[in-house]
């Protein structure tokens, strides 16, 4: 058995995130120290802190991410577009876009499939990767499939359930809804509510590639005591109530 390679299949599923408002310069600088040390996918960071994330992360395998639209989805286009290109100018290599929710509650499928079309032809001419946030606890699943659909036809990179930061975050049988409607090339991202080893190995399973979180210290030294490896921390912060 190859511990290594087990210990980063479950690390590089994991986005750490930065996105809470409250988080001082000098936490958010701990944050991407925590992220290098856990060697994790990416940190997903506060669009202001991207440049400074990235000079942070030079030198690891750790990417940097931002937020679009977030946590609402209703700035204009041309204000999403805008932050688009400022992350793309700060270092960014994955944008995770929010949805105008107003526009998919109201049906308006022409507006939601011409935004997010410009979004990810933006994104990937930047060399950027592009994350769609749903925020599935305000859609039907009638509204979760018409998405999964524009996505793969626009050619976005995942599918995402949440921001962390509605009513509820991802759902077993939001991702499983997700994985069965996105074609293979488009990877599944979960949000909210992924807070112990279990759940997150329970959504491996269904096919998710990435997981937005606060908890990755405390999941990933469980991870390793149950891998049989040396802790990184001997001082595990608590899990958050609230995040990504």
Known sequence: MDTQSD?????????????NPTLTDRELEEGCDLAV????????????????????????SVLATTTIGF????????????????ALRDGGHEL???????KVRSGDW????????????????????????????????????????VCAEIGADWVKT?????????TIPDL????????????????????????LLKIRAIGVSRVGMRSTASILEEWRRKLGMEPL???????APNGH
């Open 162 to 170: 949440s921001t962390g930061y509605a009513p509820g975050g991802a």
């Open 176 to 199: 499983e809804l997700m994985r069965k409607h996105s074609p293979p090339h488009v990877q599944i991202k979960a949000a909210g509510g992924v807070h112990d080893l279990e759940t």
């Open 96 to 102: 995770d876009a929010v949805v105008n929710i107003s």
């Open 37 to 60: 040390r856990y060697d994790v996918a990416s940190i997903c960071i506060v669009p202001y802190y991207l440049a400074r994330g990235v000079e942070l992360l030079a030198g690891s």
């Open 71 to 86: 946590p609402h989805g209703v700035n204009t286009t041309a204000i999403k577009l805008a932050e688009v290109r400022q």
């Open 110 to 149: 022409h507006y939601v499939r011409d935004e997010l079309l410009a979004l990810t032809e933006a994104a990937h001419a930047g060399g950027a990767r592009i994350k769609v946030i749903f925020e599935n606890a305000y859609l039907t699943d009638s509204s979760k499939i018409r998405l999964c659909d």
């Open 233 to 239: 921390s001997h001082a595990v912060p608590a899990t």
């Open 7 to 19: 210990y980063l299949a479950v690390a590089k599923m994991i986005d750490h995130s930065l996105l």
